[in-house]
């Protein structure tokens, strides 16, 4: 069946680097795209950026200049950095799969930007 | 950008009651939208796709209806199990989110 897990740290420090992990089953990165989405506690997810089947990328034009996703197809995993973090991007952090619309979701991670 | 406004923000609804959601895109989306449940605690599932095409396994209370800029999503004789935030969503030009409605049970 088709699973998507995130992993990565909990706590990061203003100013730092965010490295997560999307590791996928189920499925293969070459035939589906994934994306990357967050959500702030109490409010709608925003989406961030997607890795297409094809190893091109999309960004979320308001975080185009700190992010970067990129993808290791023999360990069906997809990896999300996004730097220069503030408190507000603090939330919980989903891959997903991309059939258009996103028809898996992982169960999520939680990230808290605080010293 | 498309900008999608989700309204109520809140509803509180009785067991065995129709409960309607509404959804206004800032532009015509064609019908590239999509309705997702999330319950507290748990990532987004997905209800509808299509504007009103059921996902696999989506109990057939749900619907979903609407053109342009204007779409809505229904539950027929609401459950428990329905109490949730609902989330729509664009997807005719990338991806963008509507604020959520959270259903609670009066």
């Known amino acids: 069946q088709v699973q998507l897990k995130e992993s990565g740290p909990g706590l990061v420090q203003p100013s730092e680097t965010l490295s997560l992990t999307c590791t996928v089953s189920?499925?293969?990165?070459?035939?589906?795209?994934v994306s990357w989405v967050r959500q702030p506690s109490g409010k709608g997810p925003e989406w961030m950026g997607r890795?297409?089947?094809?190893?091109?990328?999309a960004y979320n034009s308001a975080l185009k200049s700190r992010l970067s996703i990129s993808r290791d197809t023999s360990k069906n995993q997809v990896f999300l950095k996004m730097n220069s973090l503030q408190t507000d991007d603090t939330g919980t952090y989903y891959c997903?799969?991309?059939?258009?619309?996103?028809?898996?979701w992982g169960q999520g991670v939680m990230v808290t930007v605080s010293s | 950008d498309i900008q999608m406004t989700q309204s109520p923000a809140s509803l509180s609804a009785s067991l065995g009651e129709t409960v309607t959601i509404q959804c206004q895109a800032s532009?015509?989306?064609?019908?590239?939208l999509a309705w997702y449940q999330q319950k507290p605690g748990k990532s987004p599932q997905l209800l509808i796709y299509?504007?009103?095409s059921l996902h696999t396994g989506v109990p057939s209370r749900f619907s979903g209806s609407g053109s342009g800029t204007q779409y809505s999503l229904k539950i027929n004789s609401l459950q428990s199990e329905d109490v949730a935030s609902y989330f729509c969503?664009?997807?005719?030009?990338?991806?963008?989110f509507g604020g959520g409605t959270k259903l609670e049970l009066k």
């Open positions: 997903t799969r991309v059939d258009t619309y996103f028809d898996y």
């Open positions: 189920g499925f293969s990165l070459t035939s589906y795209s």
């Open positions: 890795m297409w089947y094809d190893g091109d990328t």
């Open positions: 532009e015509d989306i064609y019908n590239g």
């Open positions: 299509n504007a009103n």
């Open positions: 969503q664009q997807y005719y030009n990338y991806w963008t």
